[in-house]
């Protein structure tokens, strides 16, 4: 019998870690100004309307754009191993 993982719980653990992590390093960027800057100009390349350097609002974008990456990050990691958890 293999243990199951809960993809609701893998999808809203992925996004508010994912959410949380941005925001943090975000709102350190905005206090001190080169934290972060090669990651966020990374993540300027993949989320569309994310502005580092647009104060709030680009804050708030990001974020949004992060809680929906971790949630899918969480969903593929949690099926991924669901799959493989029943074949072994």
């Known amino acids: 019998m293999s243990m199951k993982l809960s993809l609701k719980s893998m999808i809203i653990a992925g996004a508010l870690f994912k959410a949380i992590c941005f925001l943090f390093i975000s709102l350190l960027n905005a206090l001190l100004r080169p934290y972060g800057g090669a990651y966020l100009a990374i993540l300027m390349s993949l989320y569309p309307g994310y502005d580092?350097?647009?104060?709030?609002?680009?804050?708030?974008?990001g974020t949004f754009y992060s809680l929906l990456a971790g949630g899918l990050a969480g969903f593929l990691f949690g099926w991924l191993y669901n799959f493989f958890a029943e074949k072994s």
């Open 52 to 61: 580092a350097v647009s104060g709030p609002i680009g804050i708030i974008v």
